[in-house]
């Protein structure tokens, strides 16, 4: 049997035509004349080797090999409705599985608000957020541990491409008792000559280490220690025990800790948030569909966070 010469538009006709228990009636239902009708189920009775239906001036009615064959054929189209609907979703980016790396903060106060949003738009769509230390970012994309990563800018090479979403400045984190709280909102890199602080991350330590030369000879700061965690750094610095060097964004996090936010001036540093995708593959049609969803979300989330500070902080 030749199945190759089967066609979904033969067993469409058949059921149709079984179902209605009229060819005319059949075509209606399809668009088609009769006799287009009548031609497709003669191929398919051609190619299956057997009669569907009896037919009479009267009436049409399944035969008795066409009532056998006819659970199966019902079976093959909602199969083949339900491919097209998949492929439909992947050609719309409505559905499939997304990988995204984010380091800690991201990961667990960013990223899930962004995640809920995205669920709204395409709930077909599974994004799985995976934790990526900030210096691991563009590697894990590279090698396609992740589909996407969002994070501190890092330098990539021409299999990573990083975009930049918004600015995020350096700023000092210490907690209500310390006595730089007690300063205006900003800071001098001076003020931090004598400072405990704490680096978090190989990633912040060269941050610190970067800014310190950059800065005068009598100026400069060094950390007293350096954790593993921006979690683990913000909790010390909750304690008074010392205060931490971090973007502004995680503030998100900061906040939970009851720390006091001061920029540190005299240079200003300012760090970028960048999405990083790989250069060299193509994205699936749905994490390009979350790429460009990111791409508008996390700058409108970093505005938004802005201005309720600057509101909170006004009244």
Same mark, same amino acid.
């Given at each position: 049997?030749?199945? @190759?010469?089967?066609?979904?538009?033969?067993?469409?006709? *058949?059921?149709?035509?079984?179902?209605?228990?009229?060819? @005319?009636?059949?075509?209606?239902?399809?668009?088609?004349?009769?006799?287009?009708?009548?031609?497709?189920?003669?191929?398919?009775?051609?190619?299956?080797?057997?009669?569907?239906?009896?037919?009479?001036?009267?009436?049409?009615?399944?035969?008795?090999?066409?009532?056998?064959?006819?659970?199966?054929?019902?079976?093959?189209?909602?199969?083949?409705?339900?491919?097209?609907?998949?492929?439909?979703?992947?050609?719309?980016?409505?559905?499939?599985?997304?990988?995204?790396?984010?380091?800690?903060?991201?990961?667990?106060?960013?990223?899930?608000?962004?995640?809920?949003?995205?669920?709204?738009?395409?709930?077909?769509?599974?994004?799985?957020?995976?934790?990526?230390?900030?210096?691991? %970012?563009?590697?894990?994309?590279?090698?396609?541990?992740?589909?996407?990563?969002?994070?501190?800018?890092?330098?990539?090479?021409?299999?990573?491409?990083?975009?930049?979403? *918004?600015?995020?400045?350096?700023?000092?984190?210490?907690?209500?008792?310390?006595?730089?709280?007690?300063?205006?909102?900003? /800071?001098?890199?001076?003020?931090?000559?004598?400072?405990?602080?704490?680096?978090?991350?190989?990633?912040?330590?060269?941050?610190?280490?970067?800014?310190?030369?950059?800065?005068?000879?009598?100026?400069?700061?060094?950390?007293?220690?350096?954790?593993?965690?921006?979690?683990?750094?913000?909790? /010390?610095?909750?304690?008074?025990?010392?205060? @931490?060097?971090?973007?502004?964004?995680?503030?998100?996090?900061?906040?939970? *800790?009851?720390?006091?936010?001061?920029?540190?001036?005299?240079?200003?540093?300012?760090?970028?948030?960048? %999405?990083?995708?790989?250069?060299?593959?193509?994205?699936?049609?749905?994490?390009?569909?979350?790429?460009?969803? %990111?791409?508008?979300?996390?700058?409108?989330?970093?505005?938004?966070?802005?201005?309720?500070?600057?509101?909170?902080?006004?009244?």
């Amino acid at each position: 049997m030749a199945f @190759t010469r089967l066609t979904l538009r033969q067993i469409e006709a *058949f059921i149709a035509v079984a179902d209605a228990s009229s060819f @005319t009636a059949a075509a209606s239902r399809l668009g088609l004349t009769a006799q287009a009708v009548s031609q497709l189920v003669a191929e398919l009775e051609s190619v299956l080797g057997f009669r569907l239906f009896d037919r009479t001036t009267r009436k049409v009615a399944l035969s008795s090999a066409g009532r056998d064959f006819l659970g199966s054929a019902e079976t093959l189209l909602r199969h083949a409705r339900a491919a097209e609907s998949a492929a439909d979703d992947v050609r719309h980016r409505a559905s499939g599985v997304v990988r995204i790396g984010a380091p800690l903060v991201l990961a667990s106060a960013v990223m899930p608000q962004a995640v809920r949003d995205y669920a709204q738009l395409r709930p077909k769509v599974v994004i799985r957020i995976r934790d990526v230390a900030v210096e691991a %970012l563009p590697d894990a994309v590279a090698a396609g541990d992740v589909d996407l990563a969002i994070g501190p800018d890092r330098a990539t090479d021409d299999s990573v491409s990083a975009d930049s979403l *918004f600015d995020s400045a350096w700023v000092l984190w210490c907690s209500k008792t310390h006595p730089l709280a007690r300063r205006s909102k900003r /800071i001098r890199w001076s003020d931090l000559r004598d400072v405990p602080l704490v680096a978090a991350g190989r990633d912040h330590e060269r941050s610190v280490a970067q800014m310190r030369a950059n800065a005068p000879e009598g100026v400069r700061v060094t950390p007293v220690d350096v954790v593993d965690n921006i979690s683990t750094a913000l909790g /010390i610095a909750a304690q008074g025990l010392a205060a @931490t060097l971090a973007p502004a964004y995680v503030g998100v996090l900061a906040d939970l *800790f009851g720390l006091q936010m001061r920029r540190v001036t005299d240079p200003e540093t300012v760090r970028k948030v960048c %999405l990083y995708r790989p250069a060299l593959r193509a994205l699936s049609p749905a994490a390009e569909g979350v790429a460009q969803f %990111l791409a508008t979300w996390l700058p409108n989330w970093h505005a938004e966070r802005r201005a309720t500070l600057q509101a909170h902080r006004a009244g």
